[in-house]
């Protein structure tokens, strides 16, 4: 009997194994890839990349600048090599690249999903993070002027739009610890991330 429950046992400690390192494959393929570099032909600017789920990712904050409706954090370049720009939501419908797109509001809540199946969302998503996503607390413009929570507050615009007025954005509070989609005025200024469709 003794040593039938010593198989027993070998046999369900086998099992677990498997399963925990199908686990951690299953997460290696999804938030373990190697970061790749897009060449923005535009302004010669090269970005890292990082596969998430079925899309490209941007990892770094798009730091194009429009024509109009884009600037720096506090009109400072140093903000904007480090954090990109902040663009209004009508300057964020044409800001990335050839063959990019802002990403959609299914697109975050998507991101948001896959992302809570791991530990905490905002230690997935901010620099550093397993997912690779490399959020920066670049702040936000507000919808005339002033500039606000940088080195505490991440607002990434999406394509999606709540009424005329305002639109969605992903908001990331490193200080009270929280990811949520949220929406306001288009005429503030956000940061941006592009997506490319997995070919």
């Not at 429950?5 to 086998?14: D, E, G, R």
């Not at 044409?94 to 809570?116: E, H, I, Q, V, Y």
């Not at 500039?147 to 509070?173: M, P």
Request: aromatic share 14%.
């Amino acid at each position: 009997m003794p040593q039938r429950l010593s198989l027993l046992y070998q046999t369900l400690m086998k099992i677990i194994i498997l399963l925990l390192l199908n686990s951690f494959f299953s997460a290696f393929a999804l938030f373990g890839q190697q970061y790749e570099m897009v060449h923005d032909i535009r302004d010669n600017k090269i970005y890292r990349t990082v596969i998430i789920g079925n899309l490209a990712w941007m990892a770094e904050n798009l730091n194009f600048e429009t024509d109009t409706g884009s600037w720096c954090y506090d009109e400072s370049n140093a903000n904007c090599q480090k954090y990109g720009r902040l663009y209004t939501y009508e300057a964020a419908q044409t800001a990335c690249m050839d063959g990019w797109r802002l990403p959609s509001k299914n697109d975050f809540d998507t991101l948001l999903t896959l992302a809570a199946e791991g530990e905490n969302l905002l230690k997935l998503l901010k620099e550093g993070g397993a997912v690779g996503f490399n959020a920066l607390p670049g702040g936000w413009r507000g919808e005339y002027s002033g500039s606000y929570f940088i080195g505490e507050q991440a607002r990434f615009w999406s394509s999606g739009t709540k009424n005329t007025l305002n639109a969605w954005f992903l908001s990331l509070n490193f200080t009270a610890n929280y990811s949520e989609m949220q929406y306001e005025s288009r005429e503030l200024g956000l940061s941006v991330r592009c997506v490319k469709d997995k070919k």
